[in-house]
């Protein structure tokens, strides 16, 4: 089983209760942990075709669960790595999330991407690929933001590449040097253009931890994002809950994480919701800080088992 450190799914404020509106969730992004897509100089041979008795049986749930997984070595191998821990859903970069520049896709990766997907039943909804880490789409200095740009289109277009309907990345920032208002304003610009120069693919905004300069702590910044869009059936939104928590939404209780939803769906809309990362916090309540620490395991305050909070 591959390992993923913290777990990865998404999830409900409560699993045993249908959705009260119909959310198009998808994935989950947990671990960092083991997700590198550095492109090999030399290219891994591919993993053989998993063995369909050795693969966990995936548990049917309207609650599409999985990891962040690992790509190495190509994104086709991702799918293997999701259907081995018998991930519903499954999260991956789509090259290193740490370089400006990565090779282009293979045909040959594509075409066994596309093969697995119909392999191993994965429909390109229950996709969500995290884009690069440099990105930064609110910068007011053009040859950064038009630097940020072209490493954006650049994942969108291999999402198309690869038939994945879904992109989620991290608004950006003011970087100090100007407002939060024109910086929301640019990335609803950047998005725009990006629209008209994509076919299908959705840009899917993360919920940050809101610290210093970044955009995109606040539901109202993403709303005021959305507000700019022209298309809005191609924009959506991805709610990380250790991001949600050190912004300063309470999760701790049923009641909390029901009154942050409603706050969501009153600022935002639960239309807009494509997925959750499932993460606790090391860091306290409205720290706004972003230090993910693992579901699960001990968390000092978001879900912590032993003063009784309960998970979302
Ligand atoms: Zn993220
Ligand atoms: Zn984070």
Redesign the pocket.
Known sequence: MAKTRSSTGISNHSSSEPPTKKVKITTLRMAEVGSSTRPARKRQAAPEALDDSDLPKRISSAWKVGAHVSAAGGVENAILNAAKIGGNAFALFLKSQRKWTSPPLTAESISSFKARMEQYEYPSSLVLPHGSYLINLGNIDVAKREKSYECFLDDLKRCEQLGLTLYNFHPGSTVGATTTEKSISLIAECINRAHKETEMVTAVLEN??GAGNVVGGDFAHLAAIIAQVEDKTRVGVCL?T??MFAAGYDIRKKEDWDATLKKFDDQIGLSYLRGM?L?DSKTPHNSKK???ESIGLYAPTFLDKRTGHSRP
Do not use: L
């Open positions: 940050m931890a990380d250790c991001h990362h993460n972003d230090r993910h």
